[in-house]
């Protein structure tokens, strides 16, 4: 789970990265809907979200795989992923 509260029970907010067909997302978690929000750093023309964390995981591929086809469709360039998951 991805909330930490603090001595005063406030719950903050919290952020995970992930990679999917080599592009970094991370979703953030805050106590207000929708819960877990999305963001593409190289992509900031998707948007998408959802209610538990599994939901904005799959939200978040289904997002990509949708715009990189339209992409594809248009015979337009895919964008050029900048940043990369480093794992410690």
Do not use: W
Request: proline content about 8%; overall charge negative; aromatic content about 10%.
């Amino acid at each position: 789970m991805m909330m930490a509260g603090n001595d005063n029970g406030f719950v903050e907010p919290m952020t995970t990265s992930h990679d999917y067909r080599g592009y970094v997302f991370t979703i953030s978690y805050e106590p207000k809907a929708p819960a877990y929000t999305v963001d593409f750093p190289d992509i900031p023309e998707i948007i998408t979200s959802g209610d538990t964390l599994a939901d904005a995981f799959a939200n978040a591929c289904e997002a990509l795989d949708l715009h990189l086809e339209s992409l594809q469709k248009l015979n337009m360039p895919l964008p050029q992923a900048r940043r990369q998951l480093v794992v410690q």
